[in-house]
């Protein structure tokens, strides 16, 4: 079956630097991709999202980047913060389904 | 404007019980979803209701069922509970299919 998955269970930064999170997915049917920010005891928090006829999405500090050809996509943090800790989940769409992946766990130290 | 809410919070049951639980979507939306997350695990999607209809289901068997009613809100029934079926059911409601979900907070379920 189709599964989208993330390359890290845990990803360690410091204060100030720039994280990066990296997601493959498997079906190559995928139009549309989410990710998700989920802090602890809460349900997922909308990060950002990029249709499959884009390569590349900035939002306010963070960048989502899409590469079709080997179906993977990245989220990119810029200066991240100790409020950016939490677990962070990549989503893909196909026609009426939505797979999340397994999730990365940003720990971040001052 | 209103955020999503779900009940209960917590709830325990045994096996073989039926459990029915809530969710309010957001104001002004239309479209809600469930997720089941087991612990230490990303969501699994169990189907999504538009308008009151059915509109797509993830791999879950047929004693996961929904409902949605006329003022969009929903309800997530599951018969027969098993001891896997532990775990922590989101709602999320949206304008259109995926795009933009909010989640609530969840209901935690412990099956023993």
């Known amino acids: 079956g189709e599964s989208v998955g993330l390359h890290l269970p845990t990803l360690s930064v410091q204060e100030g630097d720039n994280s990066i999170i990296n997601c493959a997915y498997s079906?190559?049917?995928?139009?549309?991709f989410i990710w998700y920010k989920q802090e602890s005891g809460k349900g997922p928090q909308f990060i950002i999202d990029?249709?499959?006829?884009?390569d590349k999405r900035q939002g306010q500090r963070v960048t989502v980047l899409l590469n079709k050809t080997v179906k993977h996509l990245s989220l990119q943090i810029a200066a991240t913060q100790p409020g950016d800790s939490a677990v962070y989940f990549c989503a893909a769409v196909n026609t009426d389904k939505l797979i999340f992946g397994t999730g990365t766990r940003l720990q971040v130290f001052p | 404007e209103t955020g999503v809410t779900q009940s209960p919070t917590h709830l325990i049951k045994t096996r073989g019980q039926q459990v029915t639980l809530r969710c309010s979507s957001q104001s002004g939306h239309n479209t809600v979803s469930w997720y089941q997350q087991a612990l230490g695990q990303g969501p699994q999607f169990i189907f999504q209701?538009?308008?009151?209809?059915?509109?797509g289901r993830g791999n879950f068997p047929p004693r996961f069922s929904g409902l949605q009613f006329p003022n969009y809100s929903s309800e997530l029934n599951v018969n027969a509970l098993e001891l896997d079926d532990s775990a922590l059911y989101l709602c999320?409601?949206?304008?259109?299919?995926?795009?933009?979900?909010?989640f609530g907070p969840g209901t935690r379920l412990t099956v023993l």
């Open positions: 990029i249709r499959s006829n884009m």
């Open positions: 209701y538009y308008r009151e209809e059915e509109n």
């Open positions: 079906n190559s049917a995928s139009d549309y």
């Open positions: 999320a409601s949206s304008q259109t299919g995926f795009v933009e979900q909010f």
